[in-house]
């Protein structure tokens, strides 16, 4: 499978670590959208589109927030739901939301990875760049370089 397209939406929000929402299609005719770039502690990663889990209640079958002790309809008390640690809930930043859809390969997870971030990237540079030192090291680097060479002609001491 290929990816053909990934837009970059950018969140530029300097407090927080979302760095940028991405649209990516597959093969022409996928499109899997609200990918997301973080900033982690290691550099970018990404994070795919992912939703709470909710626990419903005993009682009443309301579904509640994942955090809440209580049901938010009829006040009685959630039992505490004790998940077993699976490497998807290490992967996920929270591990009370759940990935719609993902890469279920090491493989094609990196492809999509790299491909996200290398737009991301791309994105970034591409707006807003100043190039201002770069070029005054150019040119005095290349003027020394011209003299020099020409007194050490070989043919002017014959
Ligand atoms: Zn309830």
Excluded: W
Aim: proline fraction near 6%; aromatic fraction near 8%.
């Amino acid at each position: 499978m290929e990816i053909t397209e990934v837009r970059i939406f950018p969140k530029e929000s300097p407090d927080k670590k979302l760095r940028a929402y991405a649209t990516v299609t597959f093969d022409n005719v996928f499109v899997v959208r609200n990918i997301k770039v973080i900033e982690g502690s290691t550099g970018l990663f990404i994070a795919m589109p992912s939703r709470k889990i909710k626990h419903p209640c005993p009682k009443c079958n309301f579904k509640n927030e994942s955090k809440s002790k209580y049901c938010n309809t009829c006040g009685t008390q959630l039992p505490l739901v004790q998940r077993p640690v699976t490497p998807s809930d290490i992967n996920n930043l929270q591990s009370e939301h759940k990935d719609i859809a993902h890469p279920i390969t090491q493989t094609f997870r990196e492809y999509l990875q790299k491909t996200v971030l290398d737009a991301y990237e791309k994105q970034k540079t591409g707006t807003g760049t100043s190039t201002s030192t770069g070029t005054g090291i150019g040119t005095s680097t290349s003027t020394s370089t011209s003299s020099g060479f020409s007194g050490l002609d070989p043919d002017t001491k014959f």
